[in-house]
């Protein structure tokens, strides 16, 4: 396969190599873009593997949301009056974590003005943009009476978190929409359009952080009413900061798992300069977080409980482990911050990490509590894998049909020209 | 429970995605240590390859983020087929400051010079003695030249190619070779020795042009 | 918290006596009948089953009210209509309205269903419709309609003992501190509800520790709301400060960009 490729790459340049002469930089430029989308589709139909597991998803989803909503929650799920929240949930606080890297990096180009880091806003927001999408799916589908979903809008109660959350997340939607409608407004030639949403993308992306760092910190706030419930490691009066700060470590390292993702689904280059500056920041938040968290444990006298021989405690040293020493040890380490497969473990092990500190919080910490085990049935885990497919297909038919991806090496000959000044210093001659 | 479920279906789907590309005899770019361009345009069969994550410059030199934030800097496997088996003559000394595009390394084949150029700004760290009247073999390992501790190296970095993009262009800069060559030998004049062998090129043909032509060779291929 | 209404003089509540409970099962029978609830005890289905198979039924949807054995001492189970109600704080519709009378009520009609009220309530209580495609949230009412009509609950009606009396709350604490102190042998000295949550309507007597009979002991003695109130009050400051902090930085990043820019074409002109 790859060698068929190679072989027709390489019959085109030879059509083309008259023209070339004397121009590689620019036709080889136009050429990338256009073995690009051809690597693109060759590549969506070497997918065999996974386009099998797909279809399968997508029947035993479509099959789950038919049972979802013609025989209700109960016999869809195996939530109970003692576990009224299970997967799904949990579902919806990784991916909104997950998520939290388009606002991170929306502020840090945008607002910081680190032109580093312009490249992967693009990405960065259109699977903050998608994943939001599959979270409010996700709890549309969630909710026993789907139809009142808009409620919220019009009945106000602004002491719930819930209401707060609900407002937080549609308006962040609508930035997201402004902040992604460049790319989209430029494919169909809106200018005018397109420059009045450059003029308050500046607003928006402002408005954007302060909706995040609300919400982000509030899925935290939800669990603060029920200090009895929640098993004394997790719970905390600084649930919403620690939430927050997590959801900062996790959304970089999402970006630096994409990067993965994307280089291999999409032919698109890694940019360890890029990703190693990413592993910094995740750096710096684990650090902050965990040093947080234990002198938060310390000083409310729960210390004890870390050396308590219980499954919560296992399960939160694990969550530890996973999320924050292992990955600070890697991208502490000289040797593997700056490698590409060091990165990656990196991010996996931060997600992970993550992923088992908002399972911990919404389900682990209240096992006890509730007296009730509880495992998700094969609805709920089939409309969460189905969801997540439609959310990667998403993904891929926007990437494909529009410029997500800038091509951000400038034309060498630009910019030599001004910085040439070739200077012989030790070749004498 | 539940929480080890979500944690192993995450790490499951990426190992049965780590097997799945293995599958298809394809590299995981998490674990890519190098690029191959296989390009039998110009030379037979050789191929050539980019290692991963190194910032190639347009004057085939690669710069190398460390962890420590120095950038090692070499030469590329481009300049070993094209130029031939050279031998590094010179290095700049440790402590001077280049700029992007500066002479940090000398070469010579026989009575032909070359020199390579460095692809950022900055203060020359440490040199690699070692190489110094030596052939160079391996360019991405042992055999790298200078390393740097960059001024602006985010500056830089805009106009270095890496990965993916280095491949597209390095197809690019074969073409251009077997073009720029084919120049020169219809030219017999220029031509030190006859360099086509049945439309293909012998490896290190650029050694047998004559000074003039190597002139251009470093002003086309070298200079950035 | 002014929204609810903490003038508790005219508030209808409940006193449960477990001293005095004999377990007969009026209450839990008075209530199904009044809230025309179906029947969930075993016998009543046609099951086979001992004489006071109710003892073993518990909360759901179809039952607002159980009273459960404890060895010889019977204690009953029901929302507990707190004072500030953590349900009515945490819906996102305010579809649980605590009413002046005392009660909290659930509106189905707001509802969007997201079962926060659910996962929210410090005594567990509110129970879903899980078998139905519009679900909606079922507890104990304290007899609204009845209350505002006779001034009595039905369950306390239908107490052969004064185990389960209504009334004004303040009478009912009265009540509840007299036969304390007239009875000290007979009691505990805590009453259930009083401080828990912040108070509620429904108080509780026992003559063991309150945990024995399954009421949690764990239960704040805060008024629920307020551990969200802590977050949710810092929210404009943080709005203020961040959105001033982000505003300053971006016109200072801009502004430093732009000097840096003009510095170099100074250096290159
Ligand atoms: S006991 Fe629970 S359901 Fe009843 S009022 Fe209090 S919080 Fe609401
Ligand atoms: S389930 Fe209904 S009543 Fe309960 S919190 Fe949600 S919207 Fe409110
Ligand atoms: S007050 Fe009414 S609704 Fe509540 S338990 Fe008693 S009878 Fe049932």
Redesign the interface.
């Known amino acids: 396969m790859q060698k068929s490729e190679v072989r027709s790459q390489k019959s085109e340049d030879r059509d083309q190599r008259s023209e070339i002469k004397g121009q590689v930089l620019k036709t080889g430029r136009h050429r990338n873009s256009q073995s690009e989308i051809r690597n693109l589709k060759l590549n969506g139909a070497k997918l065999s593997f996974w386009k099998i597991v797909a279809v399968f998803i997508a029947v035993v989803g479509v099959y789950s949301l038919f049972v979802r909503?013609?025989?209700?929650?109960?016999?869809s799920t195996n939530?109970?009056?003692?576990v009224?929240?299970g997967l799904w949930i949990g579902i919806d606080f990784i991916g909104v974590g997950l998520a939290a890297a388009g606002f991170t990096i929306a502020?840090t180009a945008?607002?910081?003005?680190?032109h580093k880091y312009e490249s992967i806003a693009r990405p960065a927001i259109l699977s903050a943009y998608i994943g939001y999408m599959m979270v409010v799916a996700l709890l549309v589908i969630?909710?026993?009476?789907?139809?009142?979903?808009w409620?919220?809008l019009v009945?106000?109660?602004i002491?719930?978190?819930?209401?707060?959350i609900?407002w937080c997340v549609i308006c962040y939607s609508t930035i997201l929409t402004i902040e992604f409608a460049p790319v989209v407004l430029e494919k169909y030639k809106f200018d005018k359009l397109l420059k009045i949403i450059k003029k308050i993308t500046?607003a928006a992306v402002?408005l954007g952080?302060?909706f995040s760092?609300?919400h982000q910190?509030?899925f935290g706030?939800?669990y603060?009413?029920?200090?009895?419930?929640v098993y004394p490691l997790w719970y905390s009066?600084f649930l919403?900061v620690h939430f927050f700060i997590s959801c900062i470590a996790a959304g970089l390292s999402m970006i630096i798992l994409s990067a993965y993702l994307c280089a291999r689904a999409f032919k698109q280059g890694l940019n360890i300069r890029i990703l190693s500056g990413l592993g910094k920041g995740v750096l710096a938040v684990l650090i902050i977080e965990l040093v947080f968290k234990f002198v938060e444990l310390y000083s409310t006298g729960k210390f004890s409980l870390l050396f308590a021989q219980t499954g919560e405690t296992y399960f939160f040293w694990l969550e530890i482990f996973l999320g924050s020493v292992i990955p600070i040890w890697i991208l502490a380490n000289p040797k593997y911050k700056v490698n590409r497969t060091g990165l990656y473990f990196a991010s996996i092990s931060t997600i992970s990490g993550f992923i088992l500190n908002r399972m911990n919080v919404c389900v682990t910490s209240l096992v006890r509590s509730?007296g009730q085990s509880y495992s998700p049935s094969f609805e709920e885990v089939g409309i969460t894998l189905f969801l997540i497919l439609v959310s990667v297909l998403a993904f891929k038919f926007i990437v494909e049909n529009f410029r997500v991806f800038e091509e951000k090496v400038h034309d060498e000959v630009e910019v030599s020209k001004?910085e040439i000044e070739t200077k012989d210093l030790i070749f004498d001659k | 429970m539940v929480a080890l479920y979500v944690l192993l279906g995450f790490i499951l789907l990426l190992v049965i995605d780590y097997f799945v590309i293995r599958g298809e005899k394809k590299y995981h770019p998490a674990f890519q240590k190098k690029y191959e361009v296989v390009e039998d345009v110009v030379f037979d069969n050789i191929s050539v390859t980019i290692p991963a994550d190194s910032y190639v410059s347009k004057g085939h030199t690669w710069a190398e983020l460390q962890g420590n934030g120095l950038i090692k800097i070499g030469v590329d496997e481009f300049i070993l087929r094209s130029i031939g088996r050279f031998i590094v003559t010179n290095l700049v000394n440790p402590g001077t400051v280049v700029k992007k595009g500066d002479v940090i390394m000398n070469a010579k084949l026989g009575d032909k010079n070359f020199n390579f150029r460095s692809p950022v700004d900055g203060t020359v760290n440490f040199v690699n003695d070692e190489l110094v009247g030596k052939t160079v073999f391996d360019p991405y390992g042992e055999d790298w030249g200078v390393m740097v501790s960059p001024i602006n190296f985010e500056r830089n970095a805009v106009s270095l190619r890496a990965n993916e993009k280095v491949v597209e262009w390095m197809k690019n800069e074969f073409i251009r070779l077997k073009d720029y060559l084919v120049e020169m030998s219809v030219q017999p004049q220029l031509a030190g020795v006859t360099m086509l062998d049945g439309g293909k090129m012998v490896e290190g043909a650029v050694a047998h042009l004559n000074k003039e032509s190597i002139k251009k060779f470093e002003d086309e291929f070298l200079t950035i | 918290m002014s929204?609810y209404h903490l003038d508790i003089d005219n508030q209808f509540g409940l006193l449960f006596d477990a001293s005095e409970c004999i377990g007969c099962g009026n209450c839990y029978e008075a209530c199904k009948k009044e809230n025309d609830l179906p029947a969930t005890n075993p016998s009543r289905l046609g099951l086979a089953g001992a004489d006071k198979d109710f003892l073993k039924d518990h909360?759901?949807d179809k039952t607002y009210t159980v009273v459960e054995e404890y060895g010889d001492i019977y204690a009953r189970k029901m929302c507990m209509h707190c004072l500030e109600p953590?349900c009515a704080?945490?819906?996102?519709?305010?579809?649980f309205e605590k009413t002046e009378l005392g009660p909290v009520l659930y509106n189905a009609d707001?509802?969007?269903?997201?079962?926060?009220c659910?996962?929210?309530c410090?005594h567990?209580v509110?129970?879903?419709?899980?078998?139905?495609?519009?679900?909606r949230v079922r507890k104990c009412i304290l007899c609204y309609d009845k209350l505002k009509k006779d001034g009595i609950t039905a369950c306390a009606e239908a107490c052969p003992v004064e185990a389960t009396i209504s009334g004004k709350l303040p009478d009912l604490i009265t009540e509840a501190k007299r036969r304390i102190k007239e009875n000290p042998d007979k009691y505990y000295p805590h009453i259930y509800g009083l401080e828990e949550t912040g108070g509620s309507n429904v108080i509780i007597i026992s003559p063991v520790p309150f945990e024995q009979l399954g009421y949690?002991s764990?239960?704040?003695k805060q008024s629920?709301?307020t551990?969200?109130?802590?977050?949710?009050e810092k929210?404009p400051t943080?709005?203020s400060v961040?959105?001033i902090f982000?505003?300053g930085?971006?016109w200072l990043?801009?502004r430093?960009?732009q000097l840096a820019k003009e510095e170099n074409g100074k250096g290159?002109g």
Request: hydrophobic letters at 40%; glycine letters at 6%; aromatic letters at 10%.
């Open positions: 909503f013609t025989k209700g929650l109960g016999a939530l109970s009056d003692f009224p929240w502020a945008h607002i910081f003005h680190n969630d909710l026993g009476k789907p139809e009142n979903f409620h919220p009945m106000w109660n002491h719930s978190v819930m209401f707060e609900t500046p402002i952080v302060l760092t609300l910190s509030s706030s939800l603060l009413i029920v200090p009895a419930k009066s919403p509730s001004e | 929204e909360l759901s953590a704080s945490v819906c996102p519709v305010g579809a707001k509802c969007i269903g997201c079962r926060y659910m996962q929210a410090p567990n509110p129970r879903y419709e899980w078998g139905s495609t519009s679900p949690s764990k239960v704040p629920m709301p551990f969200t109130m802590q977050a949710m929210i943080v709005v961040g959105g982000l505003t930085m971006y990043t801009k430093k960009n290159k």
